[in-house]
Nanobody, 115 residues
């Protein structure tokens, strides 16, 4: 059974930093691409960052230069380091992986950026 469990969210002031973690089980982690998505209230869920099994990365334009996605295959975990946070980064952040045509999601972790 595939499980993704996010952690590390919280409340932070503008300009602050957070690091999100997503621990996985039930998959051969090193063989899977991983992604971080976010969903703000009333908006669609959007891709924030993506990392391939070969550790190639890509980012949404809105977070380039501020967010960094990384993975630790020994710990079956993917991370999202978020720096210079802005109020518009406020959202629920979800970890994702895909196997064939199926999407797997974590439960999400809330990130709130506010003064």
């Amino acid at each position: 059974q595939v499980q993704l469990v996010e952690s590390g969210g919280g409340s932070v002031q503008p300009g602050g930093s957070l690091r999100l973690s997503c621990a996985t089980s039930g998959v051969i982690f090193s063989s899977f691409d991983m992604g971080w998505y976010r969903q703000a209230p009333g908006k669609q869920r959007d891709l924030v960052a993506h990392i391939t099994r070969g550790s190639s990365t890509s980012y949404a334009n809105s977070v380039k230069g501020r967010f960094t996605i990384s993975r630790d295959n020994a710990k079956n975990t993917v991370y999202l380091q978020m720096n210079s946070l802005k109020p518009e980064d406020t959202a629920v952040y979800y970890c994702n992986t895909k196997s064939g045509t199926r999407d797997y999601w974590g439960q999400g972790t809330q990130v709130t950026v506010s003064s």
